[in-house]
């Protein structure tokens, strides 16, 4: 159990396709665990292996609410499988592009095949919250960022203002 760096824009890593897990090893349970403890401490609602730098296909969620227990939800090689042409529109945010948010229109509702950590393959249908964040993060195995999804002018404007953030703190 570990909480890892976070990778923040504009990394490249977070440019790049992450791998599919091909065996669920205990490394494969080891980062799942570590994913979520990560995503818990930051906090955040949904995490993907890239954003601590690991390019595999895993995504952790828990969409519980405050008040309510925790629901950890992980998913192996997730991929969405259908998606329906009725659109939402969520103010969305990134633990890899902090303190930015923006509201980003997606399909409502969509279908998730994805593995589970005992191995077994599962597909289910997601709407609201639960359809935002799973595109989100499978946005981010394929090298996407919900500031793609914006205007141009938006995207440049954050783009730039990280950028020179990490200048910054390169040069301090
Ligand atoms: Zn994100």
């Given at each position: 159990m570990a909480i890892r760096p976070l990778v923040i824009l504009p990394d490249p890593r977070l440019r790049e396709k992450s791998e599919p897990v091909d065996a669920i090893t205990d490394d494969i349970r080891a980062l799942a665990q570590d994913m979520l403890d990560t995503m818990y401490d930051a906090p955040g609602i949904g995490l993907a292996a890239v954003q601590i730098g690991v390019m595999k296909r895993v995504v952790v969620m828990d969409l519980a609410k405050k008040d309510e227990e925790r629901q950890p939800l992980v998913l192996i090689n997730p991929r969405i499988t259908w998606a329906s042409e009725e659109t939402s529109v969520y103010e969305e945010g990134c633990l890899s592009i902090p303190d930015y948010y923006e509201e980003v229109e997606r399909p409502a509702r969509v279908r998730v095949a994805y593995q589970t950590l005992e191995g077994e393959t599962v597909e289910r249908e997601a709407d609201g919250l639960f359809a935002t964040c799973v595109q989100h993060e499978i946005d981010h195995l394929d090298g996407?960022?919900?500031?793609?999804?914006?205007s141009r002018l938006k995207r440049e404007r954050v783009t730039k203002k990280f950028a020179k953030a990490a200048k910054r703190e390169a040069a301090g």
């Open positions: 996407v960022l919900f500031i793609d999804r914006l």
